[in-house]
């Protein structure tokens, strides 16, 4: 008997722990801000990439956590910046982005996203459960015009500030209850250059760290250098460039994972030292190809040859791949007729390839 009165205790106590949890509504939860810190003379617009769920902590309201309420977001934004916010969202149930219903400065900018255009604004009835079990969040973005950024250092020449703030608070709303909050603040700073001894060439997203080939077309010793080689992975030391007077100037990159990358004009370079070209490479070009199989146990030498092509392209910094689809037609006595009849360069063989159905355009 005192056996059974132990946990018939233990069992009360329980029950009034579960009941006083799910007497709580819903709890405030404060994350610590998120800080970035953006060199101003660099900002292109893009920012470090932020996810912010959809939901709180709580039983019903947990980010992906079943339950049937639905959440408002208040969001304020105070900036010194000639910068606009923008919030995408990702993964909520299908149609309810356009159900929800906003207020304040905020305009719909696309299909999944809202356009901040003031201090204040609202966006009721988000809804976090969806039914493949995915966290819903939203993004955000910055939005200016191509000039603002300029303007704004330009009107700041005499460095009266030396940083701009943008701060960006989110507040999630179970009805009454707020249930989460989220702030972010970007620190505009100068970020002045440090004088180099040489020009140089700044090359970003060298995706192999490779020791690229460079190219260089420039006034040197006020002589017109053609095709200069030079090699590296990152800061690539050119010796003093002249302004470009009457030679032309370019710089031309290859680079093993990355597409050739052509700079033209350049006009970054001065009489003096000290001058930077940044040099963003894009990601290897991948060229559609189609093999057309006359037998079937060609396919493994096909693979072969092309895995094999794609290789010395690669090592010999042609910034090219082949993304190639394999096409067998053993045994289709048409497909034989024109291939084989069609084997030369003649403008009938031509067209008679190019307009039938083994033929893939572009």
Not at 91 to 104: C, H, M, S, T, Y
Not at 210 to 238: F, M
Not at 313 to 321: K, M, R, Y
């Amino acid at each position: 008997m005192k056996v059974f009165n132990f946990y018939f205790r233990e069992i009360i106590a329980s029950l009034l722990l579960l009941s006083q949890f799910m007497s709580v509504k819903a709890q405030s939860h404060i994350t610590n801000p998120w800080i970035y810190r953006i060199c101003i003379e660099e900002f292109y617009g893009e920012i470090p990439e932020i996810r912010f769920p959809i939901g709180c902590e709580v039983i019903d309201c947990c980010p992906g956590c079943p339950g049937p309420d639905f959440l408002d977001w208040r969001i304020k934004v105070n900036t010194q910046l000639p910068v606009k916010l923008g919030l995408d969202f990702q993964n909520l149930p299908d149609g309810n982005l356009a159900k929800v219903q906003i207020e304040g400065e905020v305009v719909r900018d696309k299909e999944d996203g809202f356009l901040f255009s003031g201090r204040e604004a609202s966006i009721m009835g988000l809804q976090n459960q969806n039914d493949n079990d995915v966290l819903a969040f939203a993004v955000p973005r910055l939005l200016f015009e191509a000039n603002d950024i300029q303007s704004l250092l330009q009107s700041d020449n005499d460095r009266k500030s030396d940083h701009w703030e943008m701060e960006v608070i989110i507040d999630q709303y179970l009805e009454e209850y707020l249930i989460n909050r989220y702030i972010f603040k970007y620190i505009f700073r100068h970020c002045p250059r440090p004088i180099l001894a040489n020009d140089q060439i700044d090359l970003d997203q060298n995706i192999s760290n490779d020791n690229a080939v460079v190219l260089l077309d420039g006034r040197i010793a006020s002589v017109c250098n053609n095709d200069r080689e030079l090699r590296g992975n990152d800061i690539i030391d050119v010796g003093n460039v002249l302004a470009n007077g009457t030679c032309n100037s370019e710089v031309v990159v290859f680079s093993d994972d990355n597409a050739m990358k052509l700079v033209s004009p350049v006009n970054v370079w001065t009489d003096s030292r000290g001058d930077l070209l940044k040099v963003t490479l894009d990601s290897i070009l991948r060229a559609p190809t189609t093999v057309w199989l006359m037998a079937g146990a060609l396919q493994p030498r096909a693979q072969a040859d092309l895995a094999n092509a794609n290789l010395l392209f690669n090592t010999n910094h042609a910034g090219v791949s082949f993304n190639t689809t394999f096409n067998n037609v053993a045994g289709n006595a048409n497909a034989a007729a024109v291939i084989t009849n069609n084997f030369g360069c003649s403008p009938a063989e031509i067209n008679a390839l190019t307009t039938s159905a083994f033929f893939t355009p572009n």
